[in-house]
């Protein structure tokens, strides 16, 4: 560390990032999609239950899971620990705004 006045001196240092992915069954992050109409806030909901059954499907198809779900005012955030997966919804998501 640096001496000033024969001292020690404190330096701030920066804070190592978080460790980055090590492999292919790490998280990519969540997905925040408005969906329903804003009466829906809730997982259990009829309309959010059979969504989250439809993402559980798609994620048994890539062999992965559906790691988090939830509903908040229509407002559906939900993850999967597949890169492939989540890479083939952000294609979907943005050929949509391409309209």
């Known amino acids: 560390m640096p ?4 001292k020690e001196k ?3 240092r920066k804070k190592k990032s978080p460790a980055t992915r ?10 925040e999609v408005q969906m329903f109409p ?6 259990s909901h009829p309309y959010a239950d059979q969504l989250k059954e ?3 499907e798609v994620a048994g198809e890539y062999g992965c899971r559906l790691l988090s779900f939830g509903v908040r005012k229509g407002t559906v ?7 492939a ?14 309209r």
């Open 77 to 83: 955030t939900f993850s999967f620990d597949s890169d």
């Open 10 to 12: 404190d330096v701030p």
């Open 38 to 43: 804003s009466h829906v806030d809730s997982p």
């Open 3 to 6: 001496k000033e006045g024969g």
């Open 85 to 98: 997966l989540n890479a083939d919804i952000l294609r979907i998501i943005q050929g949509e705004s391409d």
């Open 22 to 31: 090590t492999s292919d069954t790490e998280p990519f992050g969540a997905f």
């Open 54 to 56: 439809m993402l559980e």
